[in-house]
């Protein structure tokens, strides 16, 4: 299967006119602004008068968001191993 995969992804076209955005992306776009470049480390700059993220701070969101999934997910293989409740959200 993965080879007969590989083979189709090598003679596809290499067009990504299909490419969305996230819908995460895409709301926290429309709700705070996104600059449309970096301006160094700064995280929120003045756009016309109004305060909006740079994408540094979006790429800082995104890890963030991972890093609270990944603790999540991890919970229950915790309760596995104990079932002090201190332990596991602790850890």
Do not use: C
């Amino acid at each position: 299967y993965t080879a007969w995969k590989l083979i189709q992804e090598a003679r596809a076209d290499e067009d990504d006119d299909d490419w969305e955005e996230n819908r995460l992306l895409k709301s926290i776009e429309h709700r705070f602004g996104v600059a449309d470049k970096y301006h160094g480390t700064k995280l929120f700059i003045r756009n016309n008068g109004k305060r909006v993220m740079t994408p540094l701070m979006v790429v800082m969101l995104a890890i963030g968001m991972t890093d609270v999934l990944f603790a999540v997910d991890s919970i229950p293989a915790i309760f596995g191993l104990t079932q002090d409740p201190y332990i596991v959200f602790t850890a």
